[in-house]
């Protein structure tokens, strides 16, 4: 699976949500489904039907669903306790070791940067993503050393010139990053969901359950409030399991490390198991759970910044 002849090859960063769905739908729908790859990277921390949806996603769309995953297993609470430190929703080492390095492993074994374009899934309101996406994709695997100096060298627009840091990667082999849902049509998951339907494919089922993505089960460490709360109402086994190995890794690593804050105390460190005997506490007294949590505060996804 190389592209050395010369021809473009498409790398669709495929999460298993809508947006990456519609990423790769439009990318084929462009340039073909032989030249497009689906690049999945597996976390082994997903929801059940998400590997339905990939399945049935890429048949429809006649591509290859490519996985890759990391080699020793781990999920993203080993990955914490080996590194030591607690993803949260501003730092998470899991993106870096579970889904960025085994696909920057894959592209650069299987692809050519002159000839290979990578797609990812973020949309009109997401784009101030974009120059630390085009900056993972323009260093080594070893990242970025000077972090000051290099990101100003990256715009939405593009790449702008500058000596950066060591490990940053000349231009010629450097990886294209292009953004489709930023183009109109603009993403409308509604429009995708009932595209679907019509061909028979379900969305996945964390979208109907509530969710805003789909994605490690409801436990992501960039999740907020909202999501948690929402976890631990529908999946109390999830959430006891993310709950049991924050206590493991305060014990064993750092006693200050919790997932959460809580912004209404000046972004006071709140354990899982805090969080979730406030709102045991507050729904035996029938309060409204606005009172208890931000029901904003759906937290974000971001595991495709770039491996730097």
């Given at each position: 699976m190389t592209n050395r002849n010369g021809t473009t090859r498409h790398v669709v960063m495929m999460s298993g949500g809508l947006s990456s769905y519609e990423t790769l739908r439009r990318t084929v729908a462009r340039y073909g489904a032989a030249s497009v790859v689906?690049?999945?990277?597996?976390?082994?921390?997903?929801?059940?039907?998400?590997?339905r949806f990939l399945r049935e996603a890429a048949a429809h769309l006649g591509v290859e669903i490519v996985e890759v995953s990391d080699p020793q297993g781990r999920n993203p609470?080993?990955?914490?306790?080996?590194?030591?430190?607690l993803g949260n929703s501003r730092l998470s080492p899991c993106s870096k070791i579970l889904k960025q390095i085994p696909a920057m492993l894959w592209l650069i074994e299987n692809c050519e940067p002159a000839s290979t374009i990578v797609y990812i899934g973020i949309g009109w309101d997401e784009q101030e993503r974009i120059p630390g996406i085009r900056s993972g994709h323009s260093h080594t695997l070893k990242g970025c050393r000077k972090t000051a100096l290099c990101k100003s060298l990256f715009t939405e627009e593009g790449?702008?010139?500058?000596?950066g840091c060591g490990n940053l990667l000349p231009e010629a082999d450097a990886w294209r990053v292009e953004f489709i849902l930023t183009e109109p049509p603009y993403f409308d998951r509604d429009k995708v969901v009932a595209e679907l339907a019509e061909v028979g494919i379900a969305e996945p089922a964390m979208y109907r359950e509530g969710y805003a993505h789909n994605n490690c089960q409801g436990l992501c460490v960039k999740a907020g409030q909202a999501q948690w709360a929402l976890t631990l109402r529908i999946h109390p086994d999830r959430y006891a399991y993310a709950e049991e190995r924050e206590q493991r890794f305060r014990r064993e690593k750092n006693p200050k490390a919790t997932i959460l804050r809580d912004w209404s105390d000046g972004g006071r460190p709140l354990t899982l198991t805090e969080f979730r005997e406030r709102i045991e506490a507050q729904n035996a007294a029938q309060p409204s759970l606005l009172d208890l949590i931000d029901e904003n505060d759906w937290g974000g996804c971001g595991c495709y910044p770039g491996a730097a």
């Open positions: 689906a690049l999945f990277a597996n976390t082994r921390f997903e929801d059940r039907d998400l590997y609470f080993d990955v914490f306790d080996d590194v030591g430190f790449r702008l010139p500058g000596p």
